[in-house]
């Protein structure tokens, strides 16, 4: 037992993931804090649920359309000094929409505009940071344990930020949690200064972005394994992730409840991601997640179809649990597949193409679920895009055989989760 807690600290062994750790843990919650206060905002001033989630697809969309070009980018520049400038042009975005609320200037406008250029920081900054973790660690081995504690970090943000941000809301308004994110920002730039990392080599490439862009999606679909994650991820994004937009309107119109609630379901969402992440961080090997996979894809479906049909809040506080744990196994567990047996030299382009299929699918999702929520109620929406993760769980079933087969064979070989 003791081995086992021991090995799922292993990553921070290494002073460069520690450092970068703990900026990351401080960062994040302020994020959080952001999503929340950001939703609450366009429902406070639209009340609409097709508005939310018009806001959603404005950024994640930037981010679907530069993914490709972005992941080629990473891998050419050096990654800190890509973070480095995501960072600061993140912390300028975050103090911009806390001057405008604060001042009581903001309008709609604003927020679709600053959540594009979000979108725009974001489809640079997300694989350049899932990429960099490589370099925080001396062991290639210690790569999925990096990968998962990342991971738990984000979601112990997920469980802190919302329940923070719906309490500063309550108590004042919205601009404070962004300023607070915007604050936040200075401990990553304090750590990314801080690391110290060799720098990649740098390969001479003759060809240019577009063939660099074909290499990687050659190199996407030609490997089942990949393929196959990428699609089922990309099902999840489009139908499982976007019930988050019209969490407002759940907690005003069916649990007739406020911030404050708004703030408890957002949490128990990230109680179950968290308790996700955390089991990714005991496991030793590969062996094994395409099964939790399927699983956890079939328990998002199931406990979305009851959230959207529920009207008690501790039962549907107990389904988001469920709904967070499934979300956040079949990312995590899909990344870390994706990073493990990616080529070092492919590596962000994979990545880019697994944040395309977040921020392409998500912000359609999001749109979809907004036009269905304005029509059969928000609700009903959740219990149909529920039945579609369900549906996506079932095909995947077939393909787990398939996936196991392409992985390595011994266990005690296989990069540590």
């Not at 001033?45 to 070009?69: H, K, M, N």
């Not at 001057?99 to 725009?120: D, E």
């Not at 200075?186 to 720098?199: D, G, M, R, T, Y």
Request: hydrophobic residues 55%.
């Amino acid at each position: 037992m003791s081995a086992s807690f021991s090995h799922a600290w292993r990553a921070l062994r290494y002073r460069n993931f520690q450092l970068f750790f703990a900026g990351q843990s401080i960062s994040v919650i302020g994020s959080w804090m952001t999503r929340i206060a950001t939703s609450w905002l366009v429902y406070h001033l639209t009340q609409s649920a097709l508005l939310l989630g018009v806001v959603g697809f404005a950024g994640q969309f930037v981010s679907f359309l530069l993914g490709p070009f972005a992941g080629v980018w990473v891998d050419r520049l050096d990654r800190r000094q890509v973070l480095l400038w995501t960072q600061v042009a993140a912390t300028a975005h975050a103090l911009l929409l806390a001057a405008l609320t604060l001042t009581h200037s903001i309008a709609l406008w604003h927020i679709i505009v600053l959540t594009a250029i979000q979108g725009l920081i974001n489809a640079f900054d997300t694989p350049a940071r899932q990429v960099f973790l490589s370099q925080l660690i001396d062991e290639p081995e210690a790569l999925g344990n990096a990968i998962a504690l990342n991971s738990s970090m984000i979601n112990v943000a997920r469980l802190v930020g919302p329940a923070i941000g719906g309490a500063v809301i309550a108590a004042s308004n919205e601009g404070w949690c962004f300023l607070i994110d915007g604050i936040s920002y200075f401990a990553v730039l304090a750590s990314l200064l801080a690391v110290q990392v060799k720098p990649l080599p740098r390969r001479q490439r003759k060809d240019g972005m577009l063939a660099q862009m074909r290499e990687g999606w050659d190199y996407v679909t030609g490997t089942r394994t990949l393929r196959s994650i990428l699609l089922l991820f990309t099902l999840i994004s489009l139908m499982g992730y976007p019930y988050v937009v019209l969490m407002p309107v759940i907690a005003g119109q069916v649990l007739h409840g406020g911030a404050h609630t708004l703030g408890l379901l957002m949490t128990a969402t990230g109680a179950g991601g968290l308790v996700s992440a955390v089991s990714l961080t005991l496991r030793k090997s590969l062996h094994g997640l395409p099964g939790m996979i399927l699983t956890s894809a079939l328990l998002l479906g199931l406990s979305l179809i009851l959230f959207g049909l529920s009207h008690n809040l501790w039962f549907s506080l107990l389904l988001l649990c469920v709904a967070g744990f499934g979300l956040i196994q079949v990312a995590s567990a899909a990344n870390t597949i994706l990073q493990t047996l990616s080529e070092a030299d492919k590596r962000a382009r994979v990545t880019s193409y697994f944040t395309m299929a977040f921020y392409g699918a998500a912000p359609l999702g999001s749109l979809l679920a907004g036009l269905l929520a304005d029509r059969i109620g928000a609700p009903m929406t959740i219990v149909v895009t529920g039945a579609c993760c369900l549906a996506g769980g079932l095909w995947f079933m077939r393909e787990v055989p398939l996936i196991k087969t392409t992985l390595p064979a011994p266990a005690s070989q296989l990069a540590p989760i």
